[in-house]
């Protein structure tokens, strides 16, 4: 490669790199100034004081950012369990029995993949609120389970590549099917989970509108919507507001860093289904 | 669903026949929690939908007016109904641009490269963050006098600072603009992701023949990511037909940036019309099931197997 091609190409990198990164490092250097401060310097300048964490506790108590965390812990666990049980029930029904209609359910779950959740949420809310579920964690729960048909691919597509004769071989040795399941199909899924943990996992976490229709309640804030609530009475306090969009930032940031290559390939294998 | 369970027993009997008796039950107790969610949260919903579409109702009232074609009609007429389907427009635009940047970089990234990793980090990194916290990201950096206006008095462009979101003939813009920031990483990590499965000998082989960088793009890289290229251009068609987080968490809708789902959402939940906001449902629904299914046609999908 010619020098000037390849000083272009680093050039490129280095700028989608400062195009990346700003927008996310003036709002950090904003999250550690106080307000006489921010006002004062423009948003290029770093702070004054590096260890000044006064915004990110206004942000955690005002926000009441605990409880965000837990509320999203809570929900992100039990439908994370429920996908996974759910997903791999279905799966291990549909790769290994021979069942009338089994073309049809497939043929459901393949056309559901095409509806966009955002499409159907004015009846989904009549449902979940004809089932009590409105202003509960269980609205998030049951639809984060009940939409996610991604999921149930990777399982089936993973579990073909299992070979029947593991099966077989425990058939013989008097396992019933629940046991094949438990004992021998579920811990070879253990890559398949790992990638429905990981993408859905960010979904959950990431997600605004499920939880902004549903659980208005205060005391039942994820951390979307309680950061989304910073919008209006903080709109002259952008400290405030860095701190507390840098707090839910920071645990993705050290996911991403833990996790990279599995978040590649569960990003791969998730979209290309 | 009771009515659905009813319908699966005789299904369960004919299968008693076929199979040993000892496992005749199993398959659809395994089956029915996955497909008891999937009718409860996805086709009876959609079903209700089509049914409310027709008829006047405030999602409280016990009756519902049948009004036959009436909201389909205000959708199509009302120009605030279907003004907002321009909106879309903006975001497919800026989906070619996210295609096009991912691309370049992957094909960049797929050649030896000093700091690869760190790259393809930095690129991808967006897509993996809380759309609230993207939104509120990109507010500070459209202010007034914010970060935008600041670098770009830096590099002397200081005549073209705007209000970013404040100005009508801007604000989509500004707010298609972010949304590249937040996915292009994603087209990117897919790209570089088919790049590389390509296999190595296939470009040592080319440059034993001579080929440069150029002909290898065109004539082993190209062909080889043709298929999550066109797959990407058309989730980049329902994608900007069903814009919500950025323009409702940014601007909610103001200036100019209302799109479809926002207005849906307050059709329904704010002006509690759910017939009228059903009726705009089921024709955004059908509009990407057709773009779906003209996705199917010019591009068979050989990789769904499931049978």
């Known amino acids: 490669m010619s020098r000037v091609a390849r000083a272009a190409k680093y050039a490129s990198l280095v700028l989608a790199s400062v195009i990346v990164l700003l927008p996310l490092v003036v709002l950090l250097f904003a999250s550690f100034k106080t307000h006489e401060e921010y006002s004062r310097t423009g948003s290029l300048t770093p702070p004054e004081n590096w260890f000044n964490f006064d915004n990110f506790v206004t942000a955690w108590t005002a926000g009441d950012m605990f409880r965000g965390f837990l509320n999203t812990t809570l929900i992100l666990v039990v439908s994370l369990a429920g996908t996974v049980a759910v997903g791999t029930l279905a799966a291990y029904a549909i790769s290994r029995f021979v069942f ?32 009590g579920l409105v202003n509960t964690p269980w609205s998030a729960i049951v639809l984060f389970m009940g939409t996610d048909i991604i999921s149930i691919y990777i399982f089936i597509q993973f579990m073909q590549s299992i070979p029947p004769s593991l099966d077989q071989a425990a058939m013989i040795d008097g396992a019933s099917r629940f046991t094949i399941y438990r004992r021998v199909i579920l811990p070879l899924m253990k890559p398949a989970i790992a990638t429905v943990v990981i993408i859905k996992g960010i979904a959950v976490y990431n997600e605004f509108y499920i939880p902004f229709l549903y659980m208005r309640s205060p005391d039942l804030n994820v951390i979307s919507t309680a950061l989304f609530k910073f919008k209006g009475p903080y709109g002259a ?36 289904k | 669903m009771t009515s659905q369970l009813v319908e699966v027993r005789p299904a369960v009997t004919a299968g008693r026949r076929r199979r040993r008796p000892k496992f005749k039950h199993y398959p659809w107790l395994y089956v029915a929690p996955a497909l008891i969610l ?66 370049y970089f992957a094909v960049v990234l797929s050649f030896e490269t000093r700091f690869r990793n760190l790259f393809k980090g930095i690129l991808f990194f967006p897509y993996l963050l809380n759309g609230v916290a993207v939104g509120f990201v990109f507010l500070y950096l459209f202010q007034p006098d914010g970060t935008l206006d600041t670098v770009l008095r830096l590099v002397g462009l200081g005549e073209h600072t705007k209000l970013w979101l404040g100005d009508p003939d801007v604000a989509n813009l500004s707010l298609a603009g972010t ?74 809708g103001a200036n100019g940036t209302r799109t479809f789902v926002i207005q849906a959402y307050e059709t329904a939940f704010q002006f509690r019309q759910i017939g009228l906001a059903s009726a705009m449902a089921v024709v955004l629904l059908l509009l990407v099931l057709l773009v779906t299914w003209i996705q199917r046609r010019v591009l068979p999908d050989e990789e769904v197997n499931l049978s």
Request: hydrophobic residues 55%; glycine residues 6%; contains cysteine.
């Open chain 2, 38 to 103: 999937l009718l409860t949260f996805t086709y009876v919903p959609v079903g209700n939908m089509l049914f409310y579409s027709f008829h006047k109702w405030d999602g409280l009232d016990v009756t519902m007016d049948p009004v036959g074609f009436g909201n389909y009609v205000k959708v199509f007429t009302d120009e605030r109904y279907w003004r907002v389907f321009l909106i879309s427009l903006y975001y497919f635009a800026a989906s070619f641009a996210q295609i096009a940047i991912a691309l």
């Open chain 1, 100 to 131: 009338p209609f089994k073309r049809l359910i497939l043929g459901l779950f393949l056309v559901a993949a095409l509806v966009p959740g955002v499409t159907t949420q004015v009846a989904t809310y009549q449902i979940v609120k004809s089932m």
């Open chain 2, 179 to 252: 949304s590249v920031w937040r996915f292009t990483g994603l087209n990117f990590v897919l790209f570089l992701g088919a790049i590389q499965s390509i296999p190595g000998e296939i470009y040592e082989a080319a440059e034993i023949d001579g080929a440069n960088r150029w002909h290898q793009f065109w004539h082993i890289i190209a062909p080889g990511i043709r298929r999550i290229i066109s797959l990407s251009f058309i989730l980049a068609i329902s994608g900007s037909l069903s814009v919500f987080e950025i323009p409702f968490i940014m601007t909610s």
């Open chain 1, 237 to 272: 306090q952008w400290e405030t507001i860095a701190a507390c969009t840098m707090i839910v930032i920071i645990p993705t940031v050290v996911i991403f860093l833990l996790l990279q290559r599995f978040i590649y390939n569960g990003i791969t294998a998730g979209a290309t």
